[in-house]
């Protein structure tokens, strides 16, 4: 048992750490640690500057920016997070199993998770994934052992914070709320065995749905701003099925080692009797249950999203590990057959991850025809060697005029007003023209994704317009130097310097 738990535990670190200093950069962790900073500085998101996530996030991180810089920082304080949610993954499924299953179970759910490259590396990218799946998981693991307890002070407490996490999750990412219509639900038509810890759960989420909700509702710039951001998803576009079948088969390919579990869960479970009843069998029961219809309701819900990206269902892929380990472990009998399914999870998750994909996205920028075109150094090291450059030219500036805003962060520099979002930002074409004109920072940077996305349809700017954009840029600009091959994409990087620039 001990060897396989510092198995786990090595094979984590090891891809965390590529994760952090190996992965890929993502435009959305720029936007995401801005907003954190912009909170810190005492900003309201939605009032002062436009955000399309739920808040809870640039709060949080916001306590942390003090205790960490740039990019790298970021990624290690998301990490904590994502390890916290693995850690919590395995103390749930181990409340759902027989006590003698314990550290089976939370050993081949700590492989399934911690020794999957892709979910590793989603949850050590500042975005929503990290937190929001710790808040889902602490939810779920008060929720079970609430269930399991007698009618007591106890119990209403537990589901009383159960409310407040999953509203917590759904504070930080708007889509997991169908979570708390679930699990509410689920306690209401098991009202003869639970009682009342339908309502003590619904309190905890509307006490807490006031705490993270109300000062931006209450607040009539605030509340505009949070309407608009809801508008904004809904403006992205109508349902795509080719789009949506090649997410989910990416998915698919992503966590293979939890499908596979699940198909021979699946078989095992007409194939072998099911247990005799245990104490704290039905509150068991009934916590998988709920795991695997909280899963199903997210799942459909970010399915049906305009762009289904399968990093989408990054926050709730623990819930279905959970749910099939736990119904796996209930049906198996021999002990020494547990230790199998252990090496499975291991043989299947570290294969996986050897042969992932996303290694070979963090070290190549794809082939040019025989050739493949390796990266020089990771895109991170890239990062700070352009906000290098950035500081050659503007000496303890302050500001960048740039889209790119992981480059804005790793610089500790702002951008103009508007530009939070990043690529995502709303302009209008006139107040692009009136922002460009006025070169308002002594160095500006522009890569691929600079003027290239017209939000929310997120279409592409016609090229007429985008260099119509770069020509009155380069009316106060001249091109200080190129850098090819950067961030998100390999785009090429523009460093220009404003002309009246010392």
Not at 329 to 344: E, H, I
């Amino acid at each position: 048992m001990r060897k396989f738990a510092l198995a786990a535990l090595f094979a984590y670190l090891a891809l965390a750490g590529a994760a952090l200093w190996m992965g890929a950069l993502n435009q959305d962790e720029g936007w995401y640690l801005y907003a954190a900073r912009l909170v810190r500085e005492g900003e309201m998101p939605y009032r002062d500057f436009f955000f399309t996530q739920a808040p809870l996030l640039p709060i949080v991180y916001s306590a942390f920016t003090g205790l960490f810089k740039g990019i790298l920082g970021g990624r290690l304080l998301t990490a904590a997070f994502g390890l916290l949610g693995i850690l919590t993954s395995v103390r749930l499924v181990q409340e759902l199993v027989p006590r003698e299953k314990r550290g089976v179970s939370g050993l081949i759910v700590a492989f399934l998770l911690g020794s999957n490259l892709y979910h590793v590396y989603y949850t050590v990218l500042p975005k929503t994934y990290a937190l929001a799946g710790l808040f889902v998981l602490i939810g779920y693991l008060f929720l079970v052992l609430g269930l399991k307890k007698d009618f007591s002070f106890g119990k209403n407490i537990l589901m009383f914070l159960s409310g407040v996490s999953l509203l917590f999750a759904a504070g930080t990412r708007i889509s997991l709320g169908s979570l708390l219509v679930v699990v509410s639900v689920g306690l209401l038509f098991s009202f003869r065995g639970q009682k009342w810890a339908f309502f003590w759960f619904g309190l905890g989420g509307l006490v807490s749905s006031a705490l993270v909700f109300g000062p931006f509702l209450l607040d009539p710039g605030a509340r505009e701003g949070f309407f608009a951001a809801q508008a904004y998803h809904a403006a992205r576009g109508g349902f795509d099925p080719v789009f949506t079948i090649g997410s989910l088969s990416r998915l698919v390919r992503w966590y293979a080692p939890v499908f596979i579990f699940g198909g021979i869960t699946l078989f095992w479970q007409k194939s072998v009797p099911a247990p005799a009843d245990r104490p704290g069998g039905q509150a068991s029961s009934l916590g998988q249950i709920l795991c695997f219809a909280g899963f199903a309701a997210v799942f459909l819900v970010q399915i049906a999203a305009p762009f289904p990206y399968e990093d989408y269902q990054v926050p709730i892929m623990p819930l279905l590990a959970v749910g099939i380990v736990s119904v796996l472990m209930n049906r198996t009998t021999d002990a020494s057959q547990s230790y199998l399914w252990v090496w499975l999870a291991l043989g299947l998750a570290w294969a996986g991850s050897f042969g992932s994909p996303l290694l070979q996205e963090w070290t190549t920028n794809g082939q040019d025809r025989f050739w493949t075109r390796k990266k020089a150094k990771p895109e991170l090291a890239q990062l700070k060697e352009a906000v290098k450059e950035v500081e050659k030219l503007d000496p303890g500036g302050a500001d960048i005029l740039t889209q790119d805003l992981y480059l804005a962060v790793e610089a500790g520099r702002k951008v103009p007003r508007g530009l939070e979002m990043g690529p995502f930002s709303q302009l209008s074409d006139d107040e692009w023209r009136a922002l460009l004109a006025s070169a308002p920072c002594k160095v500006a940077a522009l890569s691929g994704y600079s003027f290239a996305i017209v939000p929310p349809a997120c279409t592409e700017r016609p090229w007429a317009q985008q260099a119509e954009f770069c020509r009155i840029l380069r009316e106060n600009y001249d091109l200080a130097m190129e850098m090819e091959d950067f961030g998100q994409n390999a785009t090429t990087l523009l460093l220009l310097k404003r002309k009246d620039a010392e």
